[in-house]
């Protein structure tokens, strides 16, 4: 990664010299959270800062990448061991006092890249929220979600989205440390009411995730690879790059 | 509607009596904003206690219904007159406050028939937190949404979701008094960064109506038909009575 | 009612052209809870609604009613199956976002018209707070409270004020679907502490609405009459129309 | 002052001594604002704990006063010179850690005593949320409110409240260091909205002090005396004492 | 004390005369705790007062001393009976309220004269974020702590820090009435592991003051005198004096 | 490292084991703020880590070590670029939020270790609230304070602190990648009120930190070494481990 400000790696005279050009700031958002037998649970958090890295890289000399807020919003996996949860309100206070500090030395565009689909709402409520408090424009992506037709393409499970098939595969080629190869499982669903409140269904509602999946993970990790991941990441990348310039 | 537990309709006797049998509380949640000049502004409080009332007569004698929450989260709108919006954490407050204490009279199960999309994020947070902290089940649900197929049928409009051809024709059904017929425009829309921030798009973000359409409406509500809102809304009524059964 | 601006009825057209000569926004705020077996539980809602449509007709061009908060602070009455009690914060919340919002439209005073005793001190304490947080003329009035002297003239009871001759008079004459005429009965009072925690009484303090009434109601509702009800609310109105005046 | 459990005065084998018999805790609550050329602004404070320890001597040994809270809710008189408002939030703070910490201690009653009007809202919230909120009986009461057929047999002007005829009378007799005997003023009233803003106007408002008074008080202080301030305040002590006892 | 400004007790006209001169408040906070069988518990609140008293007599014209907040952080001696404990969050808005009246009468600087250690942690914590909040300079002292010279030179005790020889002596000269001469005890200090959480440890953390003292005190208070308070007292006052001469 | 419990690299069926030795977890507490033109902004955050997971692996196996809080409470840094500053209610949340969702797991004792001196009020009011709000055992250790004697021998600078002879000598050691050796600056102190509000000092209080060093560190850097750094480090590391071990 030749030219990317990355703001954990920078001093301040690098950093001042960086906002004579910076624009935007991009904030990796992850999560700590249980990732079935065969992923790390810092998967999302280091996932997300992976993605962010790459895509202020690319978005060089306009973008800065702050800071990972490496644990996010994850109620439904509690009840299995290792995971953290914060509250929504923790996660919009952290974002707020980011954006303040920011904007107090002139950055006024923000992008949260986000890895975990449990911190959607509450970037939704962020959205609404912190743009008028502020006086800021802010914009959030799911790190891969605009490559959904690669997926559709690449992904044969029909019920996946965590530590799965598409995950385990971004891992793979962003982060293959995060990943246990001699671990691979596919999910071991049960039934349950879960099966009638996923999106898509009339009525939504909160439920457990070992509800759903008994080793944590759904999918099927076995059918993973580090090049399905390739082309979810660089499809993504490619969109998010141009989405943001749009931005600009 | 014969039987049907609406309690801003009964005394405490009555409500005393239904108890008895009552599983679930169901609470409308709708906004006030602006709906272009072919529609009243109290729009989605309306539409979400129709649509409340006929649930719950359908699901007699084992849910009630509760006072309408009347305003929601709007802030996109705020730029037309008339419009009020909610901050998520006042939403948040009403439903907690409503469900501790039905909560304290036996209920244990909620859900929240919501009509209006900018609702929706603070809803996933309301999941995400009031379930643990009061203990409860919380469901929620898009007063139509489960009756996608049918709109992708009879919706010719490609971008419609507020006062257009849909949410007319459900209204020319349900609360005809809040359409003027005499009113009913296509949307005026404009070009603008809000195409590239709506849901399918890589990022997403907060920007204000008026940025996309000139009065305050989308789609083409001159195509709107009571039979259409009709079909709409019978076939999402018929599913949400069984998905809220599945639940109790 | 011939000219009134209500807001719940206004398209964001009309809005705007009545912006041009509004001065004041009245907010109707009531409660749920029971009223004893002869009136349903969104008695306080109805009527304070009611009351701020006739004073807003009153005020035509220069008033302008909100929707109505149609839940309110009634933590007495909660033993009573049905009532929904708001935290106080909860409702002065709702009130600070309603007076945001359509203060950032030009509205610079504001009436809350409450029908609720219950809700009193959280509308003084609304008024000590907002008024300098949010930079506006801050008014309240309990809906009839001004016609203390027909009521010492025409009320029969001594204790008096919740479910009694007066309140259902005041709804025989505003809105009769709101009382059941064959279930009315005088309070069935018993002896308590709350005698001594009344206000007047040189010590005041919380207790249950249950200590004080078996049936939830006080004062004697046979006794009540539309006729009473009419010179009341008459008599209130028109006191409250010219205080109002006094204030544009 | 023969016996009385002040807590300031104790040490806490002393206190934990106490504790045997004390059945309630009395909090005096006071303000710290102008009292117009002829009172100190500590004036509310004081009262407030003078009231308290002669009551908590009274209910010896099933009493115990607690520190006073020297600050109150002052926002209409900001405008003069070395006010402190706190915040209603502030206040109720305050009290809830009061509340908790002797709870825990073994004490389930609590008494303010209040001697300044405008923290008398802020003493309903707290009643109405406290109460459950902590599982404690919540009282409170005006200092001497309930003398209030003395005051009309004892002061002569006819708009009184605030460094008037009775405060000064009642200071003289508990506190005559409050008093600048030398200073005396009658309330230097002038006309104003306030007039229709009091109790017992049609409608409520939030209004400035010196809106009403240009020296900051009303009434007329040269007419106080010590033997109209004795007779307001034992009277009121008389009574208070039995009501408190009424609910121990 | 000939010439001082102490807010509590002078009028309004006499504020406002003084506001010409003054450019900074002196706040006094303190605590309500048990300090063993030798001290009263308002001990701390009226050390900070007298104290601040005296600082505000030597900064004459320029300082003025607001009321004393009189109780304060004190979690760890809630086991001994009559300790009340303020939340750190309730400490700071007091601290806030006061702030914002006196701001808005034109002052700008604020000194807390603190003698509780107890209240260190949060008074950093409000001056890292009152500081910015509120447009002011913030600063805190612990009362005596700039004599620390003093105190190695005449205390013999080796751990003191709460009605102590140090204390104790503090009172003797400032306030002889918190102190029951009779009564004076050495703290009788157990085993625990208190020992290893002491400031200067690796580790520090939250113990409850019994785990340390069996009568609450530490140090030796029966070698306390008068003189050796005097020279404490005497040096910090001298040395405070001319920190806050140097802030002005 | 050979053995140690560090969550973000394990899997829930490997914490799962964990969790039936591990006794405390051990939550890295850093900042983001500028450290002068020698060192990378991120450093607290490294650093704390870095600790950390040595602390944790000499605790084999009754350690845990949580995901580290990257930022801190740096609102004196926050006009040097790149500086984040996190409100100190905002870092307690962030605490909260981890110590509910590891208790609920079986955790009961935490220890923060925290490399920022700017952290440490924060961490007091923290161990004053959470220990009782939430039933745990809370500690805190700054990193390598305990070895204060090594400092005293090692360190020639008089003032020292912030990317000074000390903390270079540390990174030197656990982290070299955060140092600029080419880059390497004495501070360039500057005169100032800040000698005047330093620890120590009569009074204590707010400033900037550019009014105490134009490059944004104290100390002299170029003093450093990674030897001076080992023998900090490793004795903090072997006091703290004994300290920890007293607690379990």
Redesign the interface.
């Known amino acids: 990664m030749s030219n990317a400000y990355i703001?954990?790696?920078?001093?301040?005279?690098e950093?001042?010299a960086a906002?004579k050009t910076v624009k935007i700031a991009i904030i990796p958002l992850g999560a700590?959270e249980?990732?079935?037998?065969?992923?790390?649970?810092?998967c999302d958090?280091v996932l997300a800062e992976e993605m962010g890295k790459r895509l202020t890289a690319r978005l060089y000399p306009e973008a800065l990448l702050?800071?990972?807020i490496?644990?996010g919003?994850s109620?439904h996996h509690?009840h299995?061991?290792?995971?953290?949860?914060?509250?929504?309100?923790?996660v919009i206070?952290?974002l707020?006092?980011?954006i303040k500090?920011?904007k107090?030395?002139g950055i006024e565009k923000f992008?949260v890249i986000n890895s975990h689909g449990?911190n959607?709402?509450?970037?939704?409520?962020a959205?609404?929220?912190l743009?008028?408090e502020l006086g800021v424009?802010?914009?959030?992506?799911k790190t891969t979600?605009?490559a959904k037709d690669v997926m559709d393409k690449r992904i044969e499970s029909k019920l996946y989205g965590h530590s799965c098939d598409r995950e385990v595969s971004e891992a793979m080629y962003l982060a293959p440390h995060l990943v246990?190869p001699d671990?691979l499982e596919k999910g071991d669903i049960q039934e349950g009411?879960w099966k009638?409140?996923r999106p898509g269904?009339?009525?939504?509602?909160?439920y457990y995730y070992e509800e759903m999946t008994r080793n944590?993970c759904i999918g099927d990790a076995t059918k993973a690879s580090r090049d399905i991941g390739e082309e979810i990441v660089e499809t993504?990348l490619e969109?998010?790059t141009?989405?943001?310039r749009?931005?600009l």
């Open positions: 703001l954990t790696q920078m001093t301040w005279p950093v001042e906002l700590h249980q990732h079935g037998p065969h992923m790390v649970e810092s958090a702050t800071p990972t490496n644990m919003v109620p509690l299995f061991p290792g995971t953290i949860s914060l509250e929504p309100s923790t206070a952290i707020r006092d980011i500090s920011l107090s030395q992008l449990g959607q709402a509450t970037l939704g409520v959205a609404d929220t743009t008028a424009s802010f914009f959030y992506a979600a605009s246990r671990q009411r009638k409140l269904s009339p009525i939504q509602g909160f944590g993504a969109r998010l141009q989405a943001v749009d931005m």
